[in-house]
């Protein structure tokens, strides 16, 4: 029998799939149970994955011995509940972004994590990708200089997709629209790079799409540090993921063709990172070693559910992550006026 | 002798240099006198471009019949007396942007403009850079289908290297900093892609500069038709000129080198647009028309004094531009919370 860790997928959607191929891409972990309130669900994704065994309720999959830890891809608004069942039976959880929908989940997920003292990791993949993590080193190690600027997009097509049918429609179920589902990713891959962002004002506004949720939106934040970034999402174009970082000696430009998202494996192949020296007229391309941050992380979740390994994100980083969406959407209901993060966390009782 | 239009010079620095060499370039246009205070600078910019004239003060200029068009590159806050003394000479002007300092000059200004029926254009040349031309019939024909989101950067490294010797370096000289210096620029850009802005939200920070004025700088722009802007610009990076257009059909992508700003007749071979189209993975180059942004101003200009061409940029797209900057000041002042441009400009009188 093999000694892979044990995990089990719960909500069966795109994002589930892609997930798995991240596991199927590893040698740590294997999917050994999966849930779904759909049986054609279970049952197709048993048979796409391998995977050996299907759970018809949660606490069915939650009461399994074997299973040693859960990969969540439900709705938003589910993280809560879930996360919370699968932490109180004893599992390590893992549970894609954003860690919940609003603060108040999200401080409730914090006291259970901390209470049971369980292994408890967000998916805030994209910090993993090489470039990410290329553009933290030469910021760690001087070779940018003092960071003034920074920019960040990540948008695609959805709000032109959505149907009535989806949770994404709806904006009791996805408040901002692509800054929860697509800028907590920069949010945290910015407080990554820079530290903690203070302040954010913003804008969202609905364009184009048919659905509830803003199509454009975008953010100034304010760092600790004093550096000011930008974060634009929208939901009404072909997609894009950038990052381009001012500093006293360097600028760096970090591009994903976001079509080649989905395959991790693959995405290093399409993103290009370019710097330009103070002084120097040509720019020059940075290597980027290669990574998969679906597999990586995954393999980093496993072993932590053994006592292997320790999770990178883990619930402050997230809190944080999320922290600049509700901001954010605060500041667009004050017209854009700065409006500061740590009182939105004091308001729901979180201190980090 | 030359039947071209005799322009002269008033303020001989840097700038000054960039255009004369744009007016040789063309052969509509030549440089006939020249005016600075400094005796030396008359004699070295006389002998450097084979001026064959030169004044010793401003009056003597303006007296002289045979001056058909000025360009003014003095500093921003000498524009509106240098301005008014020109048009009431019956001189056509030119003059570098910003249009003036403040928002109460460009009034005036545009009062003597409205007084003396005289021809007056302002140097917005960024517009036509064949990336911004191409992107605005990209607009205009639909290929880019509905815009949601606009981002642009214009940076560079002038913070770095001010000493007090210089007006830039004085806040009271350049308020804003960047904004005024280089986000001006984008702000006739954008308006000239997008249409009138309506509301501005603005952080401004001096983070790195030795001297007064600010050297990070971020606006988020509400355009009339309902559209998000993104106006970013340091003084404290490597140079970075940018523009990103976000459409239901298309995005592209404009990137100029800004090493090689000063030479605009070489500007659109280190210039790149890409496009990306909905529903494609793989992007495109657009092919960009060779252009020479400060050399057609200038011969339009020189033209349009003899009402043989209509100038570009009038006075009320240059306020138009002036007016952003400033609404972006008070909007930091007021902590990002959105300030109306048309607030701004009514109390100055100015109707647009």
Known sequence: MSDKVRLASIGLGRWARVLARGVQRGDKTELYSCFSRSEDKRAAFMEEYGVPKSASSLDELLADDGVEGVIITTPNDTHREVITSALEAGKAVYTDKPIAQTLEDAAAIKAVVEKTGGVFAVGHSARRLSGNRVMKQ??????????????????????????????????????????????????????????????????????????????????ILEFESGALGYLGCGWASPGIYQIRLQGTKQNLMYDLDFTHWDEAHEADEYSSLVSQAYGQQERSPVELPHTDMFREQLEEFGLAARGEATVEVQVDDAIRALAIVHTAIESNRQNGAAVEVESLLSEVGITI
């Open 138 to 219: 030469w910021i760690d190690d001087g070779t940018l200089g003092g960071v003034s600027m920074v920019e960040a997009n990540f948008s695609n097509e959805r709000g032109l997709e959505l149907t009535p049918e989806t949770w994404r429609w709806y904006l009791s179920k996805t408040p901002g629209g692509p800054l929860i589902q697509l800028g907590v990713h920069h949010a945290d891959n910015l407080q990554y790079l820079l530290g903690p962002v203070k302040a954010v004002s913003a804008h969202t506004r609905k364009l184009f799409t048919n659905a509830e949720v803003p199509d454009a939106t975008m953010a």
